[in-house]
């Protein structure tokens, strides 16, 4: 009985529900995110430079900071010309592969989600790890120069 009684405990908790699952939600949302970050560097051109969003720092100080350029490098890696993304922003090609793989990694992990319950936690915390090591080697750059700024 208890056998039976365990094997049925296990099969409920296999059922999942989108809205009843935090972690999918979140991968939902970041992969919304990040959708939305691909089709802003696809809609805006290169070309026109007609970008909405400008480099506060850069307006204020007049001198241009590590991530201007990002919005051009991204529109240019979107349409297949990655030497002209690289004069934009050096670390253009690294951002967007951060955001792709991201996006990737969503929709992967969401599936192993719900097709093996029983490593759910397991799972959750390789996301957890392996998110921010790739986080930290994309946007390092970053980091170092915030940090030197800042000291």
Not at 13 to 20: I, K, M, P, S
Not at 136 to 142: G, K, S
Request: aromatic content about 16%; proline content about 3%; hydrophobic content about 50%.
């Amino acid at each position: 009985m208890r056998l039976f009684r365990r094997k049925n405990d296990l099969s409920q908790t296999a059922e999942v529900g989108f809205l009843n699952e935090p972690y999918l939600i979140i991968n939902i949302i970041f992969a919304g995110v990040i959708l939305l970050i691909l089709l802003y560097s696809g809609f805006f051109s290169p070309d026109k430079d007609s970008y909405p969003v400008v480099c506060i720092h850069e307006k204020i100080t007049g001198e241009p900071c590590v991530s201007c350029g990002l919005s051009h490098s991204f529109s240019l890696i979107v349409r297949g010309r990655i030497e002209e993304a690289y004069k934009w922003n050096h670390y253009g090609m690294r951002i967007f592969l951060f955001f792709a793989l991201q996006l990737l990694m969503r929709a992967a992990f969401s599936i192993f989600y719900l097709k093996y319950a029983d490593t759910r936690k397991q799972l959750i915390l390789v996301d957890c790890i392996g998110s921010g090591i790739i986080f930290l080697v994309a946007f390092w750059p970053f980091i170092v120069r915030i940090v030197s700024d800042i000291l």
